[in-house]
T-cell receptor, first 118, second 115 residues
C-alpha cells in the first residue's frame, strides 16, 4: 500500500490566489512527521514545512501552512498569495518513528506539479 | 556554509561501464542519504548512513549498487556494471540528526544517463 498519496498530478492557480495541495498518508506508527518539499525546474529539493503527529497546532511558515487532520490522515499544504516563483513540483513526505531517533528514512509521494498563472 | 555538494552534475555512460557518484554532506551533519528519482518510481531512498555507518540499505536495487562513506565529509555511490534502467537523477542529502524535525538538505543531484 502507498504510504503517501498525492492525488493531484497537476494544479493551476492564478497569481495572488491561495491553493491547497493534497496529501494523505498511511501509518500505524503513533509518532511520525510529515514534510513538504518544493522542487523547482532547476531540480533541487527545498524543505518547506514540517508537522509532527503530536503537534497541537497546524504548522505555518510564512505563506505556507499545513492543514493537518490527524483522524483523516491528511496533511494538505496551503500556499497563500501565490507567486509566479511558486511554480514547481511539490512533494509530501513522511518519517515514521520520530520519537525513535534511529529512524530517519523519508517516504515521498508522487508529487503535484503546480503552475501559477499571471 | 556550503550546502550538500554532488559531483558530477551530469554523467553519460555506456551500458556495462562503472559509474561513481560523489557527495560531500554539510559539515556537522551526522546523517547522509542517497535517493534516486525517476518518472516511473518517483523519489526513493536507496541507503542512509549515520556517523559513516550504513543504517538502512534496503532500498539498494541489487548487487550492482554499492555505497560507502569512508569519512564524515565524503560518500560515494557506485554502479557496476551500469544498465539503461539505472538512468535517473541521484540525490544526496544530509541532516544533523539532533532534533525531531531533522529536515534533510538535498544536493543538486546527479543526472545519470546510461545508453
Amino acid at each position: 500500500a502507498q504510504k503517501i498519496t498525492q492525488t493531484q498530478p497537476g494544479m493551476f492557480v492564478q497569481e495572488k490566489e491561495a491553493v491547497t495541495l493534497d496529501c494523505t498518508y498511511d501509518t500505524s506508527d503513533p509518532s511520525y512527521g510529515l514534510f513538504w518539499y518544493k522542487q523547482p525546474s532547476s531540480g533541487e529539493m527545498i524543505f518547506l514545512i514540517y508537522q509532527g503527529s503530536y503537534d497541537q497546532q497546524n504548522a505555518t511558515e510564512g505563506r505556507y501552512s499545513l492543514n493537518f487532520q490527524k483522524a483523516r490522515k491528511s496533511a494538505n499544504l496551503v500556499i497563500s498569495a501565490s507567486q509566479l516563483g511558486d511554480s514547481a513540483m511539490y512533494f509530501c513526505a513522511m518519517r515514521e518513528g520520530i520519537v525513535d531517533t534511529g529512524r530517519r528514512a523519508l517516504t515521498f509521494g508522487s508529487g503535484t506539479r503546480l503552475q501559477v498563472q499571471p | 556554509d556550503a550546502g550538500v555538494i554532488q559531483s558530477p552534475r551530469h554523467e553519460v555512460t555506456e551500458m556495462g561501464q562503472e559509474v561513481t557518484l560523489r557527495c560531500k554532506p554539510i559539515s556537522g551533519h551526522d546523517y547522509l542519504f542517497w535517493y534516486r528519482q525517476t518518472m516511473m518510481r518517483g523519489l526513493e531512498l536507496l541507503i542512509y548512513f549515520n556517523n559513516n555507518v550504513p543504517i538502512d540499505d534496503s532500498g539498494m536495487p541489487e548487487d550492482r549498487f554499492s555505497a560507502k562513506m569512508p569519512n564524515a565529509s565524503f560518500s560515494t555511490l557506485k554502479i557496476q556494471p551500469s544498465e539503461p534502467r539505472d538512468s535517473a537523477v541521484y540525490f544526496c542529502a544530509s541532516s544533523q540528526g539532533r532534533d525531531r524535525i531533522d529536515e534533510q538538505y538535498f544536493g543538486p543531484g546527479t543526472r545519470l544517463t546510461v545508453t
